[in-house]
């Protein structure tokens, strides 16, 4: 695969890897935060950690979409999506997320009009072919899904399509990131910037991180070499004692950002005074709902939304885990009571979640394999 | 304490689609209800098909159902996976299918063309696999209690001389050899199903394994440790199941995984793994070191085995698990799903 | 929110110039190309796909300078410690 495989090529892996260890020294311990789900999920499908030295510590943020969505809006948009003529139209990611009276996948086992879109337009197409039900699409996503769901909508009101509406919990990453900032319990040298989001924002977003809050931040593609490229810069500019934004994952990332994306996006949508993180709590100003243009595309302005509000565990640390305060095995309830297959928290569900990624894929590598001598 | 008075291990209120995945949760339903209620106690660890003594000669015997959507799809139908579905399980245990039975359950209001075309395939498979379906039955059902039909079908074989197949028997060092590319079924169903708008050349790879089989045994029959033939829940689940049962570990190379161009750009797509995937035409084996090159040659001249690939190694750690490693020296665990796997996008 | 891949513009369609047929090895799938009406993509050309919208075009030529950087990483390092083996600091 062009522009896939040239950045997995093994032997440029292994010569950053040891870069990286060239440069990264022995002294002294980096703590690095990679904000976006994505970039935790690279991490553990290409096992970066093996070949990363001891002192560099990856530490995952809170960038995950589908765990940092309240339990009580899933219940909320499994509410209306009771009334007979609604289809409920969501991405694979959010199927298994547990709702309080169950998941999407087992309100589909027991009757409901359930349905898995690859795309917004997948969602609208249903709505099309439906003209006697109704799509209720479940929106979630950062910057990065928002333009496209947005797009959807224009297209929707453009051709007169009413049967349809968005469900709409998408939020933006820099509030997050304060937040994440903001935490006494933070200690933090750099961040990897979410690449896929910065196609949407840009770069010049990340620039108070580097001038106010000291930190150097480097843009990242997903692929190994992107990420190990962006290790390098970050270590350069931490041994110099520089904070800049830099951008790595030039191929794609424009700086000025897709500025299509974002008239879309505020063409749709207006930003929320406030919205509730699961686990990291009520933070303003920091997700997005559907603006008056476009109320009649608004299932939350369409219909009856209960409203309901579900408090996690006190014994569920989702927060202090998406934080990067603790590590998931560190929460009381890992692997006892949250596991992937009986999850409590929404890290345990998403495949790219801390939780579930540990759990997969670290928690049961019990010897150090001696991967070095395998051909 | 008998097996009947026991308590379930088995503790989920009511079944869910994940239980039929053939995943984790496939795994729970059949070993903490149905084995300690039907198998006995005695049983050891679960493989594909079961051995019955009839006047001491050891018979094979199977049974798989079959529930597809779409019925049709590039490559096949639900009538060859019926058949070959059986003879599969049926080989992968080391024995020749002699005869199948049949079970079909109906959907009132399914057209006979489209029953007509199924038995057809059914029939045509059997063939191809030299297989007699010798008796069947048939159930019909009010419209909206069956997905259009559902088939069952019982195999009976005989076990060829000369392999003993054991998990028990795995120890560290022995190759795992896979028959050829892998997710070539599930991702034809998924687009064959066509929610998510994405074409390719792409076909069930539906077919008999047996074969393949043959040749391996013949080539490397003592050598042989243990088979499978990795359907739903895809090689993942296999090797895990392996890797629990001899709690020993199942390390794969990453680039010595046969995958196919269409199959590799779904999974990137749609954010699955090949491992996940489901297969009808392929199988795994177990190998001793001795016999690995023997048995990767005799499956490479074999017809249809010419993609056949070592993809790995047993190694003492990391134990129960499924390690996939890369050049690079990075490696990552493989779990079993809980359920099906699904499409994400982040 | 990560999920993208590049993929090749395979046509544009002829009654709706936002949407087109991209290719992933073999895969292909119609995806709308509303957020890059800038600078619209040619039958050829390399996106970055992500819920069946192209977000942005993929530079060639960036990715190419990235290739090239990453294989001079070390060696200027390599260099400088061959030239330290043959003693040749000690020059100065």
Not at chain 1, 117 to 132: C, H, I, M, Q
Not at chain 1, 164 to 180: E, G, K
Request: with cysteine; aromatic share 6%; net charge negative.
């Amino acid at each position: 695969m062009k522009f896939v495989d040239e950045f997995r090529e093994p032997e440029l892996i292994s010569k950053t890897a040891e870069e990286i260890r060239r440069l990264a020294g022995r002294e002294r311990h980096y703590r690095m935060m990679e904000v976006c789900g994505g970039h935790t999920h690279a991490i553990y499908r290409f096992g970066l950690k093996d070949i990363l030295p001891e002192n560099i510590e990856l530490i995952h943020g809170p960038g995950c979409p589908v765990c940092v969505l309240p339990m009580g809006r899933i219940d909320d948009a499994l509410a209306i999506a009771q009334r007979p003529d609604i289809i409920f139209a969501a991405f694979g990611d959010m199927m298994r997320v547990p709702g309080t009276q169950g998941s999407p996948l087992e309100h589909k086992a027991r009757g409901l009009d359930v349905r898995i879109v690859y795309s917004p337009s997948d969602a609208l197409k249903l709505a099309r072919l439906n003209p006697g039900k109704h799509v209720m699409f479940f929106a979630i996503g950062f910057e990065t899904t928002a333009p496209s769901t947005a797009l959807t909508m224009m297209r929707a009101k453009t051709e007169g399509i009413r049967n349809f509406s968005v469900f709409c919990n998408h939020v933006n990453i820099i509030p997050a990131i304060r937040a994440i900032l903001d935490s006494p319990d933070m200690r933090l040298d750099a961040f990897i910037g979410p690449g896929h989001v910065s196609t949407v924002i840009g770069c010049r977003p990340y620039e108070w991180i580097a001038q106010n809050e000291h930190k150097p931040i480097v843009v990242s593609g997903f692929e190994p070499l992107d990420m190990l490229q962006s290790i390098v810069m970050l270590l350069r500019q931490l041994r110099e004692g520089k904070a800049r934004v830099e951008n790595q994952y030039k191929r794609v990332v424009p700086w000025e950002g897709n500025r299509a994306a974002l008239k879309a996006m505020a063409e749709v949508f207006q930003v929320r005074p406030y919205f509730e993180w699961r686990g990291l709590g009520f933070i303003s100003q920091s997700a997005l709902r559907v603006n008056e243009r476009y109320a009649d595309w608004d299932a939350e302005q369409l219909f009856e939304v209960p409203g309901i509000r579900v408090t996690d565990p006190k014994a569920a640390q989702c927060g202090e885990v998406l934080k990067g305060v603790l590590k998931p095995h560190q929460c009381k309830l890992f692997g006892r009571e949250c596991t992937p297959e009986h999850p409590v928290g929404a890290l345990m569900v998403s495949s790219e979640g801390s939780c579930a990624a540990y759990h997969n894929y670290e928690h049961r590598k019990t010897a150090m394999v001696s991967l070095a001598s395998i051909a | 304490m008998l097996a009947e008075s026991a308590p379930l291990r088995f503790r989920d209120p009511q079944i869910e689609m994940a239980h039929g995945a053939g995943g984790k949760a496939s795994r729970k339903l059949v070993e903490g209800l149905f084995a300690p209620l039907l198998f006995g106690p005695a049983r050891g660890p679960l493989g594909d098909a079961a051995q019955v003594n009839v006047d001491g000669t050891a018979v094979a015997i199977t049974t798989d159902s079959f529930v597809v959507s779409p019925l049709r799809f590039p490559g096949g139908s639900i009538g060859e996976l019926a058949v070959n579905g059986t003879v599969n399980d049926l080989a992968v245990s080391g024995a020749r299918a002699e005869a199948l039975v049949v079970t079909f359950v109906l959907e009132a209001g399914l057209s006979t063309a489209v029953l007509e075309a199924e038995v057809r395939a059914m029939a045509k498979a059997a063939r191809v696999a030299g297989v007699r379906i010798a008796a069947g039955d048939t159930k019909v059902v009010e419209h909206g209690k069956a997905d259009k039909m559902y088939v069952t079908t019982t195999g009976i074989g005989r076990f060829l001389p000369g392999v003993v197949l054991d998990p028990r028997s795995v120890h560290p060092g022995d190759k795992i050899l896979l028959s050829g590319p892998i997710g070539d079924h599930g991702i034809t169903i998924l687009l064959a199903r066509g929610e998510l708008d994405l074409e390719a050349d792409l076909r069930s790879d539906t077919r008999s394994v047996f074969p393949l089989v043959e040749s391996l045994i013949a080539a490397a029959g003592p050598g042989i440790r243990w088979m499978r033939d990795p359907t739903r829940g895809g090689a993942a689940t296999s090797l895990n199941e392996l890797a629990r049962d001899c709690a020993l570990g199942m390390v794969l190379f990453e680039d010595r995984i046969p995958v196919r161009d269409p199959v590799r750009g779904a999974c990137e797509l749609l954010g699955l793994d090949p491992l996940h995937i489901a297969n009808e035409g392929q199988f795994l084996a177990v190998v001793s070191p001795g016999h690995a090159d023997a048995a990767l040659s005799a499956l490479r001249l074999a017809p249809g085995g010419h993609e056949a690939r070592i993809i790995g190694e047993v190694r003492e750690e990391p134990s129960g698990t499924v390690l996939v490693t890369t050049r690079y020296g990075g490696g990552r665990i493989v779990d079993m799903l809980v359920g099906d796997p699904l499409p994400r996008i982040c | 929110m990560c999920l993208a891949i590049p993929g090749r513009i395979v046509e544009i369609s002829a009654e709706n110039p936002e949407s087109a047929l991209v290719d992933v090895v073999g895969v292909r799938r119609k995806i709308d190309l509303g957020l890059l009406q800038a600078d619209k993509p040619a039958p050829g050309d390399w996106v970055l796909i992500h819920v069946g919208f192209a977000m942005s075009k993929i530079s060639e030529q960036d990715a190419a300078d990235q290739m090239s950087t990453l294989r001079v990483l070390g060696e200027i390092e390599g260099a400088m410690q061959e030239a330290q083996g043959y003693g040749l600091e000690d020059l100065n």
